[in-house]
């Protein structure tokens, strides 16, 4: 649907040749002032899965507004976290915990669920690691359509540092998000013609040969490189295979038909950098979430509210110019805001969850949410990386339990590699590794 143009009074005034006072007629409305989304959650899904999703704010929160003053089971709800009391049960509050190898800042999306040291390899300017979420994807993608889908404000990776994407593969290269949920739409509901699936098979079947080629080409430049080259060039084939599997997989699904969605109520045309659409494309972002699980086409989501250093509020507040406070009263009271606007957005997320049937329970109860950011603005807006804002939601089914504020101590403290550990787990992934854990978060599981 092509959006309508945009009449000013002067343009209205000089094609009728007359000089009125013309009234505000509809057509001069910005296209930004749109309605809320609309769209209402289905009665049941298509079967009962185990699902995860990681949700992301970038530039940390108003830390004295969002961490609970007591702990455990009778722990008394936050300011920002009171927008959450009708579901207290399904959640739990996890602060003082961080990425001991993280730097911390805006770099804080990079490692949020990798946990790695980005300047660990000397001579190089970055280095990630596998993110928590596709070890699971690796499990579970084998029997969805996709094996997990990554979600941004700005699509594709972005920079070293300021990544869009939060999903990193084996060998530490992003995997590119979309931003758009009219193309988000389409890739996982409007069905393929046969002149579309033929030019897909063709546009696979080049991407097999130039994969094949690049293959053989390696094999012969690797025999006459040294060692340490041969390392960097093993993890760029490792992608290169990845890439090789992705592209059988897509073939293997080409002419199975996609589930019937209707987009009636869904807000489609929404802009992520449009301030006025914020809160609309949150909604559809997370709409096409939920359909995503209902379907069973992934069960696997990371989705980056917005990138490190930008992103709104809900009256289009500039929210990286909040995260550097520096402890100024009105500003932290902004950034108090922004957090439960973005609260609040989640707890409709979870609604929708709750009130789905999945098997004998209800759709949250077989879903994993993390939500959070991997930097704390602190006290006086330092974008530490420790202490960092994190919920744990959902999930009651897989094992997870909630109804608390698991408080530990921020300078000495299990790695957040315990939490991502217990989640991959609970996934039914089987190991007993993952980065810098130590083991699970018992407390929780």
């Not at 301030?275 to 909604?283: F, G, K, T």
């Not at 329970?361 to 949410?369: A, F, P, V």
């Not at 530990?408 to 217990?422: G, R, S, Y």
Request: glycine letters at 10%; charged letters at 25%.
């Amino acid at each position: 649907m092509k959006p309508r143009p945009l009449l000013s009074r002067r343009h209205v005034l000089r094609g009728i040749g007359a000089c009125l006072s013309l009234p505000l007629l509809e057509a001069m409305l910005p296209r930004a002032l749109a309605r809320p989304s609309t769209y209402e959650p289905l009665e049941s899904s298509l079967g009962v899965q185990p699902r995860m999703i990681c949700c992301y704010v970038p530039n940390g929160v108003n830390i004295m507004e969002w961490v609970p003053e007591s702990t455990g089971k009778d722990y008394k709800l936050s300011k920002s976290l009171e927008t959450l009391k009708e579901l207290r049960d399904d959640f739990t509050v996890v602060s003082g915990i961080g990425h001991p190898a993280s730097k911390g800042g805006h770099s804080g999306a990079d490692t949020w669920l990798t946990g790695a040291d980005l300047q660990v390899v000397p001579g190089s300017d970055y280095t990630n690691t596998v993110s928590a979420d596709q070890i699971v994807a690796e499990l579970h993608g084998k029997q969805t359509r996709f094996p997990s889908l990554q979600l941004s404000d700005s699509s594709g990776t972005g920079s070293a540092g300021h990544s869009h994407t939060l999903s990193f593969d084996r060998s530490g290269t992003p995997v590119p998000a979309e931003d758009s949920p009219r193309r988000l739409f389409e890739r996982l509901f409007v069905p393929e013609s046969a002149g579309d699936r033929a030019a897909t098979l063709r546009r696979y079947a080049e991407k097999k040969s130039i994969l094949d080629s690049v293959l053989k080409e390696a094999k012969s430049l690797n025999r006459r490189l040294g060692k340490k080259d041969q390392e960097k060039f093993d993890q760029y084939l490792s992608s290169v295979r990845a890439t090789e599997q992705r592209v059988q997989r897509l073939e293997s699904w080409i002419d199975i038909p996609k589930p019937e969605i209707d987009s009636k109520g869904l807000q489609l045309e929404s802009q992520p950098h449009n301030a006025h659409d914020r809160p609309m494309w949150i909604d559809v972002m997370m709409d096409l979430s939920y359909l995503a699980f209902v379907t069973d086409t992934t069960r696997v989501i990371t989705y980056e509210w917005s990138r490190e250093a930008g992103g709104y509020g809900g009256g289009g507040e500039n929210h990286h110019e909040l995260s550097h406070h520096g402890g100024d009263a009105g500003m932290l009271q902004k950034l108090g805001i922004i957090d439960r606007f973005h609260l609040g957005h989640l707890a409709r997320f979870m609604q929708f969850l709750k009130s789905t049937q999945d098997g004998e329970g209800n759709m949250l109860d077989q879903t994993m949410i993390l939500f959070g950011s991997g930097m704390n603005s602190g006290k006086g807006g330092e974008h530490s990386p420790k202490n960092l804002p994190l919920l744990m939601a959902g999930g009651h089914r897989l094992g997870l339990q909630h109804g608390q504020h698991l408080a530990f101590d921020v300078d000495d403290h299990p790695p957040m590699a315990n939490l991502l550990l217990t989640m991959v787990q609970k996934m039914g992934v089987e190991t007993d590794s993952f980065r810098d854990a130590t083991g699970t978060l018992g407390e929780l599981a």
